[in-house]
Structures are given as structure tokens and as C-alpha cells.
Nanobody, 126 residues
Framework: QVQLVESGGGLVQAGGSLRLSCAASGRTFSSLSMGWFRQAPGKERDFVAAISWTGGNTYYADSVKGRFTISRDNAKNMVYLQMNSLKPEDTAIYCC???????????????????WGQGTQVTVSS
């Protein structure tokens, strides 16, 4: 079992920045690929970014490429999402997720992730 707890959400003006954090526990973190997903009210959950269990490969949704950066610190069992140049359409609940399959490249499919956090709200005002 893996427990995931997100933090760092909040209210920010358009053009601003936030850094989300996800703390993992319960299993060897370095063997997990990690992803960030988001869900806006009335919409489906969407992929945002992912990082492989080695940390050597990352993958981004086109909508956030160049603005968001995913990273991990295996010594602290943490994964981060740095979000810059935020837009109102980035408003959503952001969840981190863990994939235990040791894929060489991270995936953006929700079905590939075994564990999910509860999420943290990000609101971007115009």
C-alpha cells in the first residue's frame, strides 16, 4: 500500500505560480513512477505530468508543457509540481498518483496508476 498526501494548493492570480507537493509513504518510493492529474468541476480527470521511477523521464500534457515542471526527491519521498504562468483554466483539484509497474517511460493513463491522493485545490483568478 502507498499513501499519498498533497499540499501546496491555494488561490493565485493569473500569471502567478504555485508549487504542489506530494508526500508518499508505505512502499519504496524510488520504485514508483509518479503522476499529477487534475479535475475541474463537471469535467473528467485529466493528465497533467508524470515522472518515471528513475526520475530520468518526464511527460507533460500539451496544455501545461513549458509552464509546469514535475520533479522528485527520492531521499524525502516527495514529488513536486512547479506551476508557472498559471491561467484560470488551470483551476482544478490536483491529485498525485503512483504507478508501481516500473515502466521505462511514465504514462498519462489513469488506469495505469495504482494509488491516489485526495487532492489539493488550485484556483486561478483572472
Amino acid at each position: 500500500q502507498v499513501q499519498l498526501v498533497e499540499s501546496g494548493g491555494g488561490l493565485v492570480q493569473a500569471g502567478g505560480s504555485l508549487r504542489l507537493s506530494c508526500a508518499a509513504s508505505g512502499r519504496t518510493f524510488s520504485s514508483l513512477s509518479m503522476g499529477w492529474f487534475r479535475q475541474a468541476p463537471g469535467k473528467e480527470r485529466d493528465f497533467v505530468a508524470a515522472i518515471s521511477w528513475t526520475g530520468g523521464n518526464t511527460y507533460y500534457a500539451d496544455s501545461v508543457k513549458g509552464r509546469f515542471t514535475i520533479s522528485r526527491d527520492n531521499a524525502k519521498n516527495m514529488v513536486y509540481l512547479q506551476m508557472n504562468s498559471l491561467k484560470p483554466e488551470d483551476t482544478a483539484i490536483y491529485c498525485c498518483a503512483a504507478d508501481s509497474d516500473r515502466r521505462p517511460f511514465p504514462t498519462g493513463r489513469t488506469v495505469d496508476y495504482d494509488y491516489w491522493g485526495q487532492g489539493t485545490q488550485v484556483t486561478v483568478s483572472s
